[in-house]
Antibody, heavy 120, light 107 residues
């Protein structure tokens, strides 16, 4: 069974940093592109970042580029998101999601999410 | 960036009704369109990818259609568990973008 479990969320002050983790199991993690998606309270879904299976390619939404860094450790089947210089606008539930096989890049499995709250 | 616009933003329907949600892309995305279902406090669940391919395990009452800029998600014979928010997403070009969501409520 495919499982994605996020951790690392919490309450931080504006300007601080946070590192999210996503532990994967039940599939060959090293074969899949992985993604982060966030959802602010009461709002829609927003793609954050993607990383290819071997970390050759990393992509970011414009509003996060330069502040967020995605990485992965295939030996540990883990995905990470380092978030720096956080602002109130970064308050959201952060989901990790697997991109399915093929060229569609649809997100076929999602974790349960971890809440990040940025407030003074 | 490609803008995804869903309509309606919300709708009320009864058990057994057939409903259709529309998603329009601001430019041609071929068939790079996915649909997700999300219930309150839960993660999204993939329903449809490639505009019309049903994800494994998803009931056949869900169907997707369209190509280019205009897409639909149809739920035939609504069931109690179908009341949720539905999101479309384009994966034609980065940044991947989502529609604003359509909430399906019980009438």
């Amino acid at each position: 069974e495919v499982q994605l479990v996020e951790s690392g969320g919490g309450l931080v002050k504006p300007g601080e940093s946070l590192r999210l983790s996503c532990a994967a199991s039940g599939f060959s993690f090293s074969s899949y592109t992985m993604n982060w998606v966030r959802q602010a309270p009461g709002k829609g879904l927003e793609w954050v970042s993607s990383i290819s299976s071997s970390s050759s390619y990393m992509y970011y939404a414009d509003s996060m580029r330069g502040r967020f860094t995605v990485s992965r450790d295939n030996a540990k089947s883990s995905l990470y998101l380092q978030m720096n210089t956080l602002t109130a606008d970064d308050t959201a539930v952060y989901y990790c999601a697997r991109a399915g096989y093929g060229d569609q890049f649809h997100f076929d499995y999602w974790g349960q999410g971890t809440l990040v709250t940025v407030s003074s | 960036d490609i803008q995804m616009t869903q309509s309606p933003s919300s709708l009320s329907a009864s058990i057994g009704d057939s409903v259709t949600i529309t998603c329009r892309a601001s430019q041609n995305i071929r068939n790079y369109l996915s649909w997700y279902q999300q219930k309150p406090g839960k993660a999204p669940r993939l329903l449809i990818y490639g505009a019309s391919s049903l994800q494994s395990g998803v009931p056949s009452r869900f169907s997707g259609g369209g190509l280019g800029t205009d897409f639909t998600l149809t739920i035939a014979s609504l069931q109690p568990e179908d009341f949720a928010t539905y999101h479309c997403q384009q994966t034609y070009t980065i940044p991947w973008t989502f529609g604003q969501g359509t909430k399906v409520e019980i009438k």
